[in-house]
């Protein structure tokens, strides 16, 4: 069985030639050119690059390549489900001999499609990891090694392997194997995030020492960053939605499955489309609302982290966490599930004290991680706080933390609205002396609730139990409320001066960094906290959707023809279980929507239209537009 239409089945095919006639594209983004060349070519590669990137055309192009030069089959491991019947649907729909081995098949199904694969009837064939460990598949590739059919391997999400990186999965670990197993087939391992840390263990653990690295720009440039305060936070989430998302599909994350069935529920009593989305829910449920979310437009899924990864639906218009996560890595990834078709997306997010209490209760109290683990774990977590405080271009900081240097981007709500910042030196240092002197007169550290009741001079119960208000420093911050002094001491921490020992009852202890304040040698600048009435109005007028300010393009006979081609597509995608935009990308319907061709040459040529494709849909495309 070819893997491609006859016209461009011949061993000469070049990446290029395949670009345009299998995927519709007519020329390379960044690095793809340089990574589909040296892996045709049987180099191993370590690739880095954003979500939205292209990252699956660079082993889907060298599989083809190859696969036509003779060298057999691709393995792709790929952690999730969803993602392989996604990812294999879209390459049927454009001609690609591809397939799934999971736990979804029947033994009859797994065992055909083994038999395929000694007949070199197939491309790609997508597994998780945990499968290619299996002794059955082990013997599988063995077989295929043996008749010279073994390709190429290709470890998707590789940061999993990394215990430093934000999703780390065992299962990877064992994927070492290739190496050892198959030492002459080509290797490439593709992540979206990874800072160096993360990146050194996975060419330690994937043995890819001998790998060419590529890492592209982590800039996503059509994201727009935006950090509030956490002051009334499912108020916060609903203006933001209802004001800059009406109607458009997001992805809004919380910690606990119980604040997620609570958002979902308040999401959907607000007459805004919402799904809950959490390990805790039946699997065949969970997956039904992945496809929903899928299938349908205007779809907001309510998540924890067990939702997300795989996800590659392109009209994903806003990611907004409600509460921080544990690392910029692990923000940098789900945030980046917004805007993967290039138009504008928004990555919001609402944080408070609150939330650095508990992410770093989590990391102090965890039994099963070595000191070493915690301490990596506590830096991640300081430089995403550094993040939120940043007064600074968001993007600049994020993209720094990545080792890229960058100029500010106009874009975020520091470059739209510069924070106002204020001489707090008065302020820090008040609250510093409180944390030593409520140490010193009693021997013990006391959290951060109690601290601000001494600052303030509030005669609480605990205040006269232990004598605290013959302190110094009782009453001394009566002129700032309780959310200022909050917001100091967010910022004192994110400048490490205070931190949170969450195996002490999250009590606050002084860190070196303090002491030149303390001493009245160093000045402190903060960012001026926002009054709550502040944070709730929108900072800017209220936005066109991005569907409306890409669709003001078209007169009104373009849309017209759009309306009727998206209800085409979205027939298609239910006939063949496939999320519409598989069939095609909102790009390519506007693009014919546009150019309104009346014959089948001239459909070539317009981005998404493949080979396949064309022969497949083209003379349906023109029957729908009337030609």
């Not at 395929?116 to 998780?128: F, G």
């Not at 800039?219 to 203006?239: A, F, G, S």
């Not at 939120?388 to 106009?410: I, K």
């Not at 402190?524 to 709730?536: E, F, G, Y």
């Amino acid at each position: 069985m070819s893997s491609l239409p006859a016209s461009i089945s011949s061993p000469q095919s070049t990446p290029l030639d395949v670009l345009g006639q299998v995927f519709g594209y007519q020329q390379f983004r960044g690095p793809q050119e340089a990574i589909v060349d040296h892996v045709v070519h049987g180099g191993d590669a370590l690739v880095l690059m954003p979500t939205g990137g292209g990252k699956s055309l660079c082993y889907q192009i060298p599989a083809i390549v190859r696969q036509n030069a003779g060298h057999g089959v691709t393995i792709v491991i790929s952690p999730l489900i969803a993602l392989m019947h996604d990812q294999v649907g879209a390459l049927t729909e454009a001609g690609v001999s591809a397939a799934f081995l999971n736990s979804t098949q029947t033994f009859e199904e797994s065992s055909a499609l083994e038999k395929q694969l000694l007949r070199n009837e197939l491309t790609l064939l997508y597994a998780a990891p945990e499968r290619i460990n299996t002794p059955r598949m082990k013997g599988l590739l063995a077989s295929l090694h043996e008749r010279g059919l073994l390709s190429l391997f290709a470890i998707d999400e590789a940061h999993c392997v990394s215990q430093w990186g934000h999703d780390f999965r065992p299962e990877y670990r064992s994927l070492s194997l290739l190496h050892e197993t198959f030492p002459d087939v080509p290797r490439m391992a593709l992540t979206a995030t990874a800072d160096h840390l993360t990146r050194q263990d996975m060419i330690e653990r994937l043995k890819l020492e001998e790998a060419r690295e590529f890492v592209s720009s982590f800039d996503r440039p059509n994201i727009r960053y935006t950090i509030v305060e956490k002051t009334d936070p499912t108020r916060q989430l609903l203006r933001f939605i209802q004001t800059e998302h009406d109607a458009e599909a997001g992805i809004v994350y919380c910690q606990s499955r119980k604040r997620v069935e609570e958002i979902a529920g308040m999401l959907e009593a607000a007459g805004i489309k919402a799904m809950a989305y959490h390990a805790g829910l039946d699997a065949k449920l969970r997956q039904q609302r992945q496809d929903r979310f899928l299938r349908e437009d205007g779809m907001v899924m309510v998540a924890t982290i067990a939702f997300g990864m795989g996800i590659d639906k392109p009209d994903v218009r806003f990611v907004a966490h409600l509460d921080m996560p544990k690392n910029i890595e692990g923000y940098y990834q789900e945030t980046g599930r917004a805007g993967r078709d290039g138009q504008s997306a928004d990555a919001w997010m609402v944080y408070g004290l609150q939330d650095v209490v508990n992410q770093r209760r989590m990391i102090d109290t965890s039994e099963a991680a070595s000191e070493e683990f915690k301490q990596v774990m506590r830096g991640k977590l300081d430089a995403l706080l550094s993040l939120a405080e940043d007064t600074r271009c968001r993007r600049v900081s994020l993209l720094g933390y990545f080792g890229e240097a960058s100029q500010p981007c106009g874009n975020c709500d520091n470059c739209l609205n510069p924070p106002a910042v204020w001489d707090a030196t008065e302020a820090a240092r008040k609250m510093l002396s409180c944390i030593y002197r409520v140490q010193q007169a009693s021997g013990i550290s006391f959290g951060a609730g109690h601290l601000m009741d001494i600052l303030r001079g509030k005669t609480t119960e605990k205040i006269t139990q232990y004598g605290h208000e013959s302190l110094s420093t009782f009453g001394i911050g009566a002129d700032l409320a309780e959310a200022q002094w909050r917001s100091v001491l967010r910022q004192l921490i994110a400048k490490n001066m205070v931190r949170v020992n969450a195996e002490a009852f999250n009590t606050l202890q002084l860190l070196p960094d303090a002491r030149q304040v303390l001493k009245g040698e160093a000045s402190v600048l903060l960012r001026q906290q926002a009054l709550a009435a502040k944070a709730d109005k929108p900072k800017r007028g209220s936005k066109t959707s991005v569907k409306g300010l890409v669709e003001a393009t078209l007169n009104a006979g373009a849309l017209e023809r759009l309306a009727r081609l998206k209800a085409w597509r979205g027939e298609v995608a239910r006939e063949h279980n496939l999320p519409a935009f598989v069939i095609f990308h909102d790009a390519t319907l506007r693009a014919i929507a546009e150019q309104a061709p009346q014959r089948l040459q001239d459909l070539e040529g317009i981005s998404g239209m493949g080979t396949k494709k064309l022969q497949a849909y083209g003379a349906e495309v023109l029957r729908v537009l009337g030609a």
